[in-house]
Nanobody, 124 residues
Framework: QVQLVESGGGLVQAGGSLTLSCTASGNYVSSHFMAWFRQGPEKERDFVATISRGGGNTDYADSVKGRFTISRDTAKNTMTLQMNSLKPEDTGLYYC?????????????????WGQGTRVTVSS
C-alpha cells in the first residue's frame, strides 16, 4: 500500500513563505496525478492545487493562484507546494493526495490515497 507523508508545515507570519513536501513510497509520484487539499478550522477539506503525471499540467484554486506553486520531482519521488505571500486564511491542515483514474481533479473523489496532513498556521 502506498504511503504518502507530508512535511514542512509550521507557524509563519502573514506575508511569509513555506514549502510543503509530500514523499511517496514506490514510484507513485511518476505514475499518479497528485494534489494538495487543505482543511481550515471548522471548514471542509478544499482543493488547493493539482499536478499531472508528467508535471506539465497544473491547476490551482482561485484563492491561491499566483501565490502557490505545485511541482514534482520524480527522481526523489516527491511533490512540493511552494507557498508565498501567505495569509491567515491559508491556515489549515494540508493533505497530499494521489489518484490514478479520471474525473474532476478538484474533487476529493478523484483521489484514492491520502497522507495524514501537515499543519500550517499563518498569524496576522
Amino acid at each position: 500500500q502506498v504511503q504518502l507523508v507530508e512535511s514542512g508545515g509550521g507557524l509563519v507570519q502573514a506575508g511569509g513563505s513555506l514549502t510543503l513536501s509530500c514523499t511517496a513510497s514506490g514510484n507513485y509520484v511518476s505514475s499518479h496525478f497528485m494534489a494538495w487539499f487543505r482543511q481550515g478550522p471548522e471548514k471542509e477539506r478544499d482543493f488547493v492545487a493539482t499536478i499531472s503525471r508528467g508535471g506539465g499540467n497544473t491547476d490551482y484554486a482561485d484563492s491561491v493562484k499566483g501565490r502557490f506553486t505545485i511541482s514534482r520531482d520524480t527522481a526523489k519521488n516527491t511533490m512540493t507546494l511552494q507557498m508565498n505571500s501567505l495569509k491567515p486564511e491559508d491556515t489549515g491542515l494540508y493533505y497530499c493526495a494521489a489518484g490514478l483514474s479520471g474525473g474532476n481533479r478538484r474533487t476529493e473523489r478523484a483521489y484514492t490515497d491520502w497522507g495524514q496532513g501537515t499543519r500550517v498556521t499563518v498569524s496576522s
